[in-house]
């Protein structure tokens, strides 16, 4: 037996053959295996850092997306929250009573329907008449008023409050009544 066998003769079993497998001493032919498999594992371990890293940006800007996005939800939420509550308050009973008095609405008499054969059902009643407007006296100038301590005796202009009389019929027939711009459509 030779030296170098000598050294794996007292080797038995599985190490024996892994002594035969890989040389004892450095050689150049296992230096270069060793290099293609060095680069291999470089490029695998590059590739996956990369791979990591674009990943990673990837997920950053979908959560600033996300993030602006719920921002913006929020901002939609409470103008819409905002718009209903002005829907609520406008169509609140004593809201629509009160814009419909400043309109000159008032409430309907009670209704009567016709049957299909042509006769009435119902008694029908007149809606009661638009509230009459306060009465407004004259103001008379302060030195009027100190100078006179005696109520006034001349008559103060009355303003007619009846329904069936027509702005026509109430003015005077030697005043002159000009159309508004915005009667004429022009």
Not at 90 to 105: I, K, T
Request: hydrophobic residues 30%; charged residues 20%.
């Amino acid at each position: 037996m030779s030296a170098s066998s000598g050294s794996k003769g007292s080797l038995r079993g599985r190490a024996a053959r892994l002594a035969r497998l890989l040389p004892l001493g450095p050689s150049g032919g296992t230096q270069a295996a060793r290099t293609p498999f060095v680069l291999l594992v470089v490029l695998l371990l590059g590739g996956g850092l990369i791979t990591l890293l674009m990943l990673n940006s990837s997920l950053n800007e979908g959560s600033f997306q996300l993030t602006k996005l719920k921002k913006q939800t929020t901002e939609l939420t409470d103008d819409e929250q905002e718009l209903q509550r002005d829907v609520d308050s406008y169509s609140a009973p004593d809201a629509l009573l009160r814009r419909a008095r400043g309109l000159g609405m008032v409430p309907g008499g009670d209704p009567a329907f016709l049957e299909p054969n042509g006769t009435v059902k119902g008694r029908p009643s007149p809606a009661a008449g638009p509230p009459a407007p306060p009465r407004v006296e004259p103001t008379k100038a302060p030195e009027a008023a100190s100078a006179s301590a005696s109520p006034s005796t001349s008559p103060s202009p009355s303003v007619s409050t009846s329904p069936s009389a027509t702005p026509s019929e109430s003015a005077s027939p030697n005043s002159s009544v000009e159309p508004s711009p915005s009667s004429t459509g022009r």
